[in-house]
């Protein structure tokens, strides 16, 4: 996956019109795209920012079915959710895993109704099925968590769920597109729609943001897959369509692991005011979420509010013997939900999570809600639509049983590269290669050196954004431990993409001042 090689291909290759042209390098996007390439169409997708920038990389990190849409009575969304987690399980084995929960139960009713409400969830499961619920005792619950709050506690539900990493998925999705076959490039900006004699949208000029050429792309199908930006494609295209994405806030906190003994996760169905939350697990930290916040603008990089922050630890602090303070947290990080407009009038947790794809006169095709765990089956279904809308051959989707990049099967000893597969035997190589690249990038944590120079050769890393956010997961973990490791990240890459001194300097100086934001 070379950059240079992608935009040469765009500049100087022999496609004069393509098959589909998807805009947008998040879940959707990447979906789209590799349902397109892996049935032979020539394909080219275009990110304005990195792959999964945005919302895809600041979910909770669970591939689940979704145990509050099953009590919200969204039983086909619950369906195809566990069906689409099975088959990801499958697919990706290096990246999705199972992880136990147990929901604490304080009031004598709540193990009968969640018992029962989770032997559905694992019914509706069928054969795709992690394990089977079953209610704990008061003392299993307090063996299984030892730092939960006794008082009160009368026992407990475990179920399971798949657990994932998003951005680390969205970079081997990106990766598999180009396994295919496909074209794809992050900091490739669109700047307008192209239309034909019929008014037709027939391409868009994109613009490389790294030097400013201009590219004009023809494709047969152009879709829209830009998550909480889909308007602004929406609109270049007719600027009197109504709003169609509602956007939601989740935010997120970062603990240390003393904060979750045990290798049990923690689903709080109901708090306060009605909102789920989870304390999972994750990386060696604990991910503690989500809220659910409506929001009335759509930014790149959203901030947690006071009150959200509050919300987290006050709920957290209800169910753990070491109340969390803010001083505890690592770091934060704030996500918006492209939650499709149908849903105006209700409130954001009573909003579907399913999709929706809408077809505009001009023949755009934008795709709008969902979630990651759903992200193959939303692919699927939009590129039925191109076919239908575009005149594209007709041809079977493959990807229910496709490998996603670095899919290994063979059992792995657990160590700190597994989460890239197959691909951690060529890291490993480059460390045999260079024996200095298997230094840490920081005392504290696992990622070394090596995993920066892979990241810039074969996963489009452009910045130390790009590598300490989404390549390695360090500002999630650890907001300030990621600006310690930033000078070492800005000279290695420096080295492997030929930049000066001012390049890498520059580069520090940016990724100090987001990471700021996350403290």
């Not at 998807?22 to 349902?35: C, K, M, P, S």
């Not at 000066?500 to 100086?509: L, P, S, V």
């Amino acid at each position: 996956m070379d950059r240079n090689k992608m935009i040469d291909l765009l500049r100087n290759g022999k496609v004069e019109t393509w098959d589909v042209l998807v805009i947008g390098g998040g879940a959707t996007g990447l979906g789209t795209a590799l349902e397109s390439v892996t049935r032979g169409y020539r394909t080219v997708l275009v990110e304005r920012h990195d792959f999964a920038k945005a919302t895809s990389s600041r979910s909770t990190k669970l591939i689940h079915g979704g145990v509050r849409y099953l009590q919200q009575g969204d039983i086909g969304l619950v369906f195809e959710a566990l069906h689409e987690r099975g088959l990801l399980r499958l697919n990706a084995p290096h990246l999705v895993h199972n992880q136990a929960f147990i929901i604490p139960n304080y009031d004598w009713w709540d193990g009968p109704f969640y018992t029962i409400g989770l032997k559905v969830y694992d019914t509706m499961a069928g054969r795709f099925g992690l394990g089977p619920s079953v209610h704990i005792t008061k003392e299993e619950t307090m063996k299984a968590i030892p730092n939960l709050k006794e008082e009160g506690l009368r026992g407990g539900v475990i179920y399971y769920d798949g657990q994932f990493d998003d951005a680390r998925l969205a970079v081997n999705l990106a990766q598999t597109v180009a396994d295919y076959g496909g074209i794809i490039s992050n900091y490739m900006k669109v700047t307008s729609l192209i239309k034909n004699d019929e008014k037709l949208v027939s391409g868009a000029h994109i613009v490389d943001m790294e030097t400013g050429e201009n590219h004009a792309l023809l494709a047969r199908s152009v879709i829209n897959c830009t998550g909480v930006f889909a308007d602004d494609i929406l609109q270049m295209d007719d600027p009197s369509v109504p709003k169609s994405i509602v956007p939601s806030q989740g935010v997120h906190l970062i603990l240390d692991r003393e904060f979750l003994q045990g290798d049990f996760a923690i689903m709080i169905p109901k708090t306060s005011d009605g909102r789920v939350l989870f304390a999972v697990p994750w990386y060696d930290k604990v991910i503690v979420g989500t809220t659910d916040t409506l929001v009335d603008e759509a930014t790149l990089e959203p901030k947690a509010l006071d009150e959200e922050i509050k919300f987290i630890l006050d709920t957290a602090a209800q169910y753990l013997t070491k109340k969390p303070s803010r001083e505890d947290v690592k770091s934060i990080f704030a996500g918006l939900r492209p939650l499709a407009a149908s849903g105006q009038g209700k409130s954001t947790k009573e909003i579907s999570r399913g999709h929706r794809i809408i077809v505009s006169l001009s023949g755009l095709i934008t795709t709008v809600g969902g979630k990651w765990t759903t992200y193959r089956k939303m692919g699927e279904e939009t590129i039925d639509k191109a076919v239908l809308v575009a005149g594209l051959p007709e041809r079977d989707s493959v990807t229910k049983s496709l490998p996603i990049h670095g899919a290994d099967n063979d059992p792995v000893i657990p160590d700190t590269l597994q989460h890239y597969g197959t691909d951690r035997h060529l890291i490993r190589e480059l460390i045999n290669d260079q024996p200095a690249l298997a230094e840490k990038l920081h005392p504290d944590f696992n990622f070394i050196a090596a995993e920066v120079v892979w990241a810039v050769r074969s996963e489009m890393a452009r910045t130390v954004e790009d590598v300490l956010a989404r390549r390695v997961r360090a500002l999630f973990l650890d907001a300030k431990a990621s600006i310690a490791m930033a000078p070492v990240v800005a000279q290695l890459m420096a080295k492997e993409l030929d930049k000066d001194e001012a390049w890498k300097e520059n580069q520090i100086a940016e990724f100090e001042k987001l990471a700021q934001c996350y403290i």
